[in-house]
């Protein structure tokens, strides 16, 4: 006779043969029966959150640092509606995660129940896979099937909604679930390029006079900096990364050139500028990357493990290639191997003259000195910040403006860097934080957050306080939306409208809610409190009052060359 034991059960059984190992949610009604089976499951770790939007954002980090999914959990109605933005951060950045929402019983659904609504449509546009579960038997199915999706192809969220009495009732004849789950063997498998089609690249590349690498959020992904890195080494190939492929090359590395971005910079424009071949790799060359489509770009290789981006846009100069991007790299060395010495002396000059760009950019934010006494220049606390920082920290920028000034950051491993783009949704530095050092509390994390973004999670401090760990929140403190104000500025006569706020005291905050916290007017105050923060191993909200005057939309360093 089988053992008896309830849909909820069950779904965590499948969650430990699935690898998941964090929970990130809210409880309510309708999810104790999944959250109470995860008490009995040490290898599962629950993290309470302050609001369900924080615990879609944790999965989602937690997905981008690892590689594998977490879940966010919600109760029905509102509970579910909460996680959707932090859903649609991870969807738009492919992020794999698992999205459970607990609806009411199967037979209710559709009615006018307590907090009645149709999660799988409210979900739908979010998410890769998505469906509602209303009977045990289809509990193991739907949930094989939903992590296959997240984790296959371009990773991303997928979506389960329990029925409650599915989750409540015992299961009849519950099916046998592995220990490890098999498909975990394979899901990480990526296609390989044909023969055929990396020596027809080879001969184009060869053939190049000034061709370029754009690394885009794939080469995350694909964890391609190594072999990405070994191909330009090999052929004196310039790299720049999107904005939302930073982090996945080293920017020490005297082939790279930094970000290019609708927001610049003033070097890697010029990087392009110059192609007359772009490998674009992992690169859907979207929106934030070119300017909303008005870059004019050269010829494009376009390399992706998902046929359907290839193409998408500049079709009329994209040829394709399917395949992981690190496979991809290492062939193409390989088959440029003969040519690879003259490729290399053709364009030490141009490569020269790059480099010496490069100081030059770099001194463009050299400037100290605030316009407005009493505060700190953001140029000048990014840099300080990295000087002090430990070397393998994970810097997690915001949306909006600290996004921007992390231009500045420089990086000496690669995928120690995240922050939302796709759908550059605000209130992300905070949560993330949290979950990359509930993944590894050993590894230090650098967290950039605007006061207005910090104002839209700011319940997390004390979720943060529970966490612990060495993270160093530093809030860019302009008392404002300072990218949309910086932006009515320049485009409306400086006339702003629903942007400017009330001073707050954000490390007055921070030590109401458990943690340590000071506030700074000085980069010599700044540097000291982050060194005190990391040396005590523990949590610290450092609230820097920033100079309104420096605006991301004209920095010099940030305008597009030549403009």
């Known amino acids: 006779m089988s053992e008896t034991i309830t849909g909820g059960q069950l779904v965590v059984r499948m969650l430990e043969s699935l690898g998941v190992t964090k929970v990130f949610g809210v409880v309510g009604g309708q999810t104790l029966a999944i959250t109470d089976a995860i008490i009995d499951t040490p290898s599962i770790e629950f993290v309470h959150t302050r609001h369900e939007n924080a615990a879609a954002v944790m999965a989602d980090a937690y997905g981008r640092l690892t590689g594998r999914p977490a879940v966010a959990i919600s109760t029905t109605g509102p509970g579910a509606t909460n996680l959707l933005t932090g859903v649609g951060g991870a969807f738009r950045d492919s992020s794999p995660a698992i999205i459970i929402t607990c609806n009411n019983n199967g037979e209710n659904i ?10 799988v449509e409210i979900f739908r546009p979010f998410v890769k896979y998505g469906r509602l579960v209303a009977h045990a038997t289809s509990i193991k199915q739907a949930m094989e099937e939903a992590y296959i999706n997240a984790m296959t192809g371009n990773p991303g969220p997928v979506h389960l909604d329990f029925a409650r009495d599915t989750i409540e009732l015992p299961v009849e004849n519950p099916p046998a679930v592995p220990a490890v789950h098999p498909a975990r063997s394979w899901v990480g498998t990526r296609p390989v390029a044909a023969p ?8 184009r590349v060869l053939a190049a006079e000034k061709p370029v690498i754009w690394v885009g959020n794939g080469g995350n992904r694909g964890q391609a900096s190594e072999a990405v890195l070994a191909l ?7 790299v720049i990364t999107t904005f939302n492929g930073m982090g996945a090359v080293p920017t020490t590395h005297p082939l790279v050139f930094g970000a290019l971005s609708r927001m610049g910079t003033n070097l890697s424009t010029r990087v392009i500028g110059d192609a007359d071949l772009v490998l674009a790799l992992g690169n859907s060359l979207n929106a934030v990357s070119t300017t909303r ?10 390399v992706d493990i998902d046929p359907t981006m290839i193409g998408r846009y500049y079709a009329e100069v994209t040829a394709g290639v399917v395949g992981d991007l690190a496979s991809f790299a290492r062939d193409l060395t390989a088959a440029t191997a003969d040519g690879a010495e003259a490729a ?24 100290l000195e605030p316009e407005n006494p009493g505060t700190v220049s953001p140029a000048v606390v990014v840099r300080a910040l990295r000087e002090v920082t430990p070397r393998d920290a994970v810097l997690i920028p915001d949306a909006g403006n600290p996004g921007v000034w992390s231009f500045l950051w420089e990086m000496d491993e690669p995928y120690r860097y995240i922050k939302p783009v796709g759908f550059g949704n605000m209130g992300f530095a905070l949560p993330a934080a949290i979950a990359s050092v509930v993944d590894d509390p050993a590894r230090p994390v650098l967290a950039l957050i605007g006061d207005g973004s910090l104002g839209m999670s700011l319940g997390e401090l004390e979720t943060l306080a529970r966490a612990g760990g060495p993270v160093v929140i530093v809030v860019l ?3 404002s939306y300072g990218n949309i104000r910086q932006e009515q500025v320049l485009h409306f006569d400086g006339r702003t409208i629903g942007v400017d706020f009330l001073e707050v005291d954000f490390a007055q905050v921070a030590r109401g809610m458990g943690l340590d916290g000071k506030r700074v ?3 010599g105050e700044l540097v000291e409190a982050v060194r005190e923060g990391y040396a005590s191993g523990k949590p610290v909200v450092i609230d820097v009052v920033l100079d309104r005057e420096a605006n991301a939309w004209t920095y010099p360093a940030f305008v597009p060359h030549g403009a």
């Open 110 to 119: 559709h009615k006018d129940d307590a907090q009645n609504a149709d999660h």
């Open 196 to 203: 055929d089609e990396i020596a027809t690249v080879a001969a």
């Open 232 to 238: 330009a080494d090999a052929l004196s190939i310039p």
């Open 293 to 302: 489509w008005r870059r004019a770009l050269p010829e494009i290789v376009q």
């Open 344 to 367: 290399r002396a053709g364009r030490a000059g141009w490569i020269a003259e790059l480099q010496e760009a490069e100081r030059t950019w770099w001194a463009l934010s050299d400037e």
């Open 477 to 479: 403190n302009d008392s």
């Open 521 to 523: 007017t000085e980069v």
